[in-house]
């Protein structure tokens, strides 16, 4: 059996991570690395205290037919992303890799092609984060480089 490399071996951790999810639409890992050490990790799930949608058995966007990717003041979770950099200081997030993985909850497949929200873009961003690497199969994955979320600012007006 031939040694995992380093990208992977983060990405099983974070795919590890989202075991954690109480999300019933998609479970998402995330792990924070610099310098070969791991900084902080983090799942979606809902706030401290509060009630999550695996124990509540309900969701209010599943319930309300919104797609992937819309209307998230309405989800009850805190991001992956978001837990991740919360749990750690922006000294140690400067120059920094996160590393993703999202699992669909039903089946337990891994989902390609998985990314960041732009709430959670605008986070990673001022974190100081330098690359995200989400996880697309277990061997293959997807590098962003955050300066290109800069660069490509997706919350200015489309231009005609």
């Known amino acids: 059996m031939g040694r995992v490399d380093k990208e992977n071996y983060y990405l099983d951790i974070a795919e590890t991570v989202a075991e954690r999810s109480t ?3 998609r479970c998402y890992g995330a792990i924070l690395v610099k310098c070969d050490e791991i900084i902080a990790t983090g799942y979606n799930g809902a706030p401290r205290g509060r009630r999550n949608c ?11 037919n919104i797609p992937s990717g819309e209307r998230y003041e309405l989800c009850r979770s805190v991001h992956a992303e978001a837990n991740a950099i919360i749990s750690a200081a922006r000294s140690e997030t400067l120059g920094a890799t996160l590393y993703m993985a999202c699992v669909d909850p039903a ?15 605008r986070l990673i961003i001022n974190a100081g984060i330098q690359r995200v690497v ?18 490509e600012d997706d919350s200015l007006p489309q231009q005609n």
């Open 23 to 25: 999300c019933l639409r």
């Open 134 to 151: 989400i996880r697309n199969t277990k061997s293959e994955y997807s590098v962003v480089h955050v300066e290109d979320w800069i660069r």
């Open 107 to 121: 089946t337990g497949a891994l989902i390609p092609g998985s990314t960041s929200c732009s709430m959670c873009r």
């Open 54 to 64: 695996a124990d509540l058995n309900y969701c209010t966007r599943e319930a309300m």
